[in-house]
């Protein structure tokens, strides 16, 4: 089950590699998009903050989603956010073999302070491959605003959405 998440993940970041590898730094950096004025990198970025946060945690069991790294300069090079990436796509493929039959404490700020649950490895994984996938779709947005035609097929839409609804950006 593990393996099928991490390649599953790895596949997702791989697709934003492709909109790296299709973009300009231009419009990476663009936040002319209202109504929150973010970028297709400050969008990358803090999905990639969700994994950071993960490798992070896992081997001290203390997985806190609010410790984000918020790495700017991944907000805005484009060359530092595909190397960061395959920095986590490395370490997540180490996490196959680590043994995790025990839960997870995951602590996030649900609107009412911090608090912390348990989790097991594969559903917070799932839970950043799931979050990943809903900034891709904000950043389908941006770039229609944008009028940049990129064509990823399904990027953005989760893996339920019925394929002939599914266009890519």
Do not use: W
């Not at 990639?48 to 790495?71: E, Y």
């Not at 796509?89 to 043994?99: C, E, I």
């Not at 911090?114 to 994984?125: A, W």
């Amino acid at each position: 089950m593990r393996a099928t998440i991490i390649s599953t993940i790895n596949k997702n970041l791989n697709n934003a590699i492709s909109l790296i590898d299709t973009i300009d730094q231009k419009v990476y950096i663009d936040n002319s998009i209202g109504p929150y004025y973010s970028s297709i990198g400050s969008h990358l970025r803090h999905a990639l903050d969700f994994f950071d946060c993960i490798i992070s945690g896992l081997q001290n069991n203390d997985i806190d989603l609010t410790a984000r790294k918020r790495d700017e300069i991944i907000s805005i090079n484009p060359g530092a956010a595909r190397e960061h990436i395959y920095e986590i796509q490395r370490q997540l493929s180490a996490f196959v073999d680590v043994n995790t039959d025990y839960l997870l404490n995951v602590t996030d700020n649900l609107g009412d302070g911090k608090v912390t649950v348990m989790y097991t490895l594969e559903s917070i994984l799932a839970q950043a491959n799931t979050h990943a996938t809903h900034h891709y779709a904000i950043i389908s947005y941006i770039m229609c605003a944008l009028d940049v035609n990129v064509v990823i097929p399904g990027f953005g839409y989760n893996p339920s959405t019925p394929i002939p609804k599914r266009e890519g950006i």
